[in-house]
């Protein structure tokens, strides 16, 4: 079942800063535009969103990412290839970074000794080792930023925010830290990954909106995992909010292979994270409680 909410208006050091280098603009976009992130190598929620973005006729210019394309799960090579032939738009995560410059772990900015970090030394190794030359290519073609415009709106995408890849944004986070993005990109809107949880907010007349991840539910009890759609058909800037059922089973089964974390294997069947150890207390609170809106 699709379970939609409509808005009518609504480390390493190489991965931490990533300001405006590499900052590619699309120019002006209609019709509708496909907005995720963190795939994080989930090849089976890879397949059956491009499924979805071809039966609503969105053409892959307008199916944008916000970076993480590999992760936890167990098919890195499978995903980074069919998102290149896809020809969907990523901008760069912090694993594409580490991934692309050889570094030695993913660079989310885990506390040292967590168990996230503990989990990383085992699926970063992983992915490294299952990349072809051609998949690094492609990765280090991404870009750090996406620029848009959109039903009358500037739009930036960024991954974790404009100067930070790896900074951890969620709808707890004070507004002013926001509101530095919006006056260092001119944007409108800002489009966000990292965190894992989708959300938006409003003030001002700006927009954060973080479309959630793909690869990973959202740490709410439930298998299914989360996307976004613009649509200007209403002659406005209007966005939904879409849960998406994919064949998590089979994603699962893929995991229980070599040495990938059988934590985060778990969690596509449940629905619930691991721990909350990156989790502001107001998000950590709702674990299991379902995505508030």
């Not at 892959?60 to 590999?70: A, F, Y």
């Not at 967590?114 to 080792?129: E, V």
């Not at 994919?246 to 059988?262: E, G, S, T, V």
Request: with cysteine.
């Amino acid at each position: 079942m699709d379970k939609t909410v409509v808005n009518n208006l609504e480390t390493s050091q190489a991965s931490k800063h990533s300001n405006g280098e590499n900052r590619v603009n699309l120019g002006s976009l209609s019709g509708k535009v496909l907005l995720f992130g963190g795939v994080y190598s989930n090849l089976q929620a890879l397949e059956q969103l491009k499924r979805i973005a071809e039966e609503q006729r969105i053409p892959p210019e307008n199916c944008i990412c916000t970076g993480d394309i590999v992760g936890y799960c167990a098919q890195p090579e499978e995903a980074v290839q069919l998102f290149k032939i896809w020809g969907a738009k990523s901008i760069l995560g912090n694993v594409e970074i580490q991934l692309r410059d050889g570094a030695e772990d993913c660079g989310c900015d885990f506390r040292k000794g967590s168990r996230c970090d503990g989990f990383s030394q085992l699926w970063f190794p992983y992915a490294q080792s299952k990349l072809s030359k051609s998949s690094l290519d492609f990765i280090a073609t991404l870009p750090n930023h996406i620029d848009f415009r959109f039903a009358g709106k500037d739009i930036t995408v960024v991954h974790g925010d404009y100067f930070n890849v790896s900074e951890f944004i969620y709808k707890s986070t004070e507004w002013h830290i926001k509101q530095t993005n919006f006056d260092a990109t001119n944007a409108d809107v800002v489009i966000a990954g990292h965190c894992g949880l989708p959300f938006h907010q409003e003030k001002e007349e700006k927009i954060w909106l973080n479309p959630g991840v793909i690869g990973m539910p959202a740490n709410d009890g439930s298998p299914q995992v989360w996307y976004a759609v613009l649509d200007d058909s209403m002659e406005t800037f209007h966005f939904k909010h879409h849960q998406m059922e994919y064949n998590y089973k089979l994603a699962n089964a893929r995991m229980q292979i070599d040495f990938l974390p059988q934590e985060y294997a778990r969690t596509l069947i449940t629905g619930i994270w691991d721990n909350t150890e990156i989790l502001p207390p107001y998000e950590s609170g709702l674990q299991g409680f379902g995505i508030q809106l």
